[in-house]
């Protein structure tokens, strides 16, 4: 048997070593520890020539590179950043509000016969006016047929751009019955009358707006923005729309003589909407907010201011509480009335993401 295995020359000779094959004669005690019994079912002997080939050994310089099986991930070049789902978010927001105080004042501006039938007193047109709670309870509770207030907001994935909608819609009802003598033609005395006077009033104001938010998207939630509270500790929005406001009036009389008259009125103005809000987003659960609207600028007579404030709380999956306190002014002028109010109360509201 010859001592080593000549190299194939058709191979490179650098880092090459021959092996010479293991003598069987030496050392003819077999060693029977459970490591080498182990090792040998593990590797099991082969008698083919091809297994006693060269094997390329690593060069001395260490020149030899080697290429990993996996590249660890370098955490300090990843950026953090959200990742939005691809459908638009929905918020649905029905929502209470009940003034513990309206004021103001109204200046009749109309003909003599005008303010002396609202007023009695030519001499001083103007009226100031101030409602408590108990008042506006009570009023309330004997006028309000139906009341829904409520706002829909629609978001990009990323929380960007928005488009805001609100309606608040109230219908009233009272009846008067007024004594008055009358003069009927042909009659020399007057004649009691019972006048019954029925109202019915519905008020409706819609607001139709495009927003765009501004948040640090380095802050937001690197596992997703589901929801407002994703966003990040601080938010803020800026928007600009339209403003409608609708008052319809049904005024019905008739006597107990048998006279009987309907009178109808409505009255819509359109205007310009711009505002803003703002939102610290406390932990993942608690967010407090502050918002302002302007409306009118004067356009049909019509100028409106509304600031609110007050805290959102998730208590539930995607389902949010809120409560909080609301200001408005509003300023309307015309050819026969100005008038000045002032309101404000807490509201509460309940938010459904979907």
């Known amino acids: 048997m010859p001592a080593a295995i000549a190299a194939d020359p058709s191979q490179p000779t650098q880092g090459i070593i021959?092996?010479?094959?293991?003598?069987?004669?030496?050392?003819?005690?077999?060693?029977?520890?459970?490591?080498?019994?182990?090792?040998?079912?593990?590797?099991?002997?082969?008698?083919?020539?091809?297994?006693?080939l060269q094997i390329a050994a690593p060069l001395a310089n260490g020149s030899l590179l080697q290429t990993p099986l996996a590249q660890p991930l370098n955490m300090a070049q990843t950026?953090?950043?959200?990742?939005?789902?691809?459908?638009?978010?929905?918020?649905?927001?029905?929502?209470i509000y009940v003034p513990f105080n309206i004021s103001g004042s109204a200046t009749f501006k109309g003909t003599e016969e005008f303010r002396n039938n609202f007023l009695g007193d030519?001499?001083?047109?103007?009226?100031d006016f101030e409602f408590t709670p108990t008042e506006i309870r009570t009023a309330l509770q004997n006028s309000l047929n139906f009341a829904f207030l409520g706002g829909l907001e629609a978001w990009t994935p990323n929380y960007t751009v928005g488009i805001l909608a609100n309606l608040d819609y109230v219908s009233l009802s009272s009846r008067e019955t007024l004594n008055r003598d009358v003069r009927i033609p042909g009659a020399a005395a007057f004649v009691p009358t019972e006048v019954n006077?029925?109202?019915?009033?519905?008020?409706?104001?819609?607001?139709?707006?495009?927003?765009?938010?501004?948040?640090?998207?380095?802050?937001?939630n690197p596992e997703g923005l589901n929801t407002e509270f994703d966003l990040?500790?601080?938010?803020?929005?800026?928007l600009g729309g339209l403003s409608l406001v609708q008052i319809n009036t049904q005024l019905g009389l008739n006597t107990n003589l048998g006279g009987s008259g309907q009178f109808n009125s409505t009255r819509t103005v359109i205007s310009p909407l711009i505002g803003g809000r703002v939102r610290w987003n406390a932990n993942p659960k608690l967010a407090v907010l502050a918002?302002?609207?302007?409306s009118g600028f004067g356009l049909s007579g019509l100028t409106q201011y509304g600031i609110q404030g007050?805290?959102?709380?998730m208590f539930s999956g995607d389902t949010?509480?809120?409560?909080?306190?609301?200001?408005?002014?509003?300023?309307?002028?015309?050819?026969?009335?100005d008038l000045n109010v002032n309101q404000n109360g807490p509201y509460l509201n309940i938010g459904f993401r979907f």
């Not at 918002?291 to 302007?294: L, N």
């Not at 007050?310 to 709380?313: A, L, R, T």
């Open 18 to 52: 021959a092996v010479e094959p293991v003598d069987a004669s030496v050392n003819a005690s077999p060693d029977t520890s459970d490591n080498v019994q182990a090792d040998a079912l593990l590797l099991p002997s082969s008698s083919n020539s091809l297994d006693r």
């Open 310 to 313: 007050g805290v959102d709380w």
């Open 122 to 127: 030519f001499d001083d047109p103007s009226r």
């Open 232 to 238: 990040g500790p601080f938010v803020f929005d800026v």
């Open 197 to 220: 006077a029925a109202l019915n009033t519905q008020l409706w104001r819609g607001d139709l707006a495009a927003s765009y938010r501004f948040y640090d998207a380095a802050r937001a």
């Open 291 to 294: 918002s302002g609207t302007v």
């Open 320 to 337: 949010t509480l809120g409560a909080g306190y609301r200001f408005g002014f509003l300023d309307y002028s015309s050819d026969q009335i």
């Open 79 to 95: 950026t953090a950043e959200p990742s939005p789902s691809e459908q638009w978010h929905f918020l649905l927001v029905p929502y």
